[in-house]
């Protein structure tokens, strides 16, 4: 079983940036795929970015030149650099963390961009 635990959510304006990151309780080496996703209120969780063990990454079409996800195998923590964002950014975003069809979930961290 794995662990993962967002930081890194907060208030920030139009047009800002932040980081969030994502710590996992084992060897990130050891995980097939790690991403993120979002869920805005009344609506649907939707998938933001993902990133998998060989380094290759996937985004949406709304997070593609704003958003990057890396990680930092020595501290098995992920990583989402959010930039230039939007007040329809504003959601709760979870990370996850697959090894095979399993997968582990955050509690989620809120991300709130004002106009």
């Known amino acids: 079983q794995v662990q993962v635990v967002e930081s890194g959510g907060g208030l920030v304006e139009a047009g800002g940036s932040l980081r969030l990151s994502c710590a996992a309780s084992a060897s990130i080496q050891s995980i097939n795929f790690m991403g993120w996703y979002r869920q805005a209120p009344g609506k649907q969780r939707e998938f933001v970015a993902g990133l998998s063990s060989g380094g290759i990454t996937t985004y949406s079409d709304s997070a593609k030149g704003r958003f990057t996800i890396s990680r930092d195998n020595a501290k098995n923590t992920m990583y989402l650099e959010l930039s230039r964002l939007k007040p329809e950014d504003t959601a709760t975003y979870y990370c996850?963390?697959?090894?095979?069809?399993?997968?582990?979930w955050g509690q989620g961290t809120q991300v709130t961009v004002s106009s």
């Open positions: 996850y963390a697959a090894r095979g069809i399993v997968k582990y």
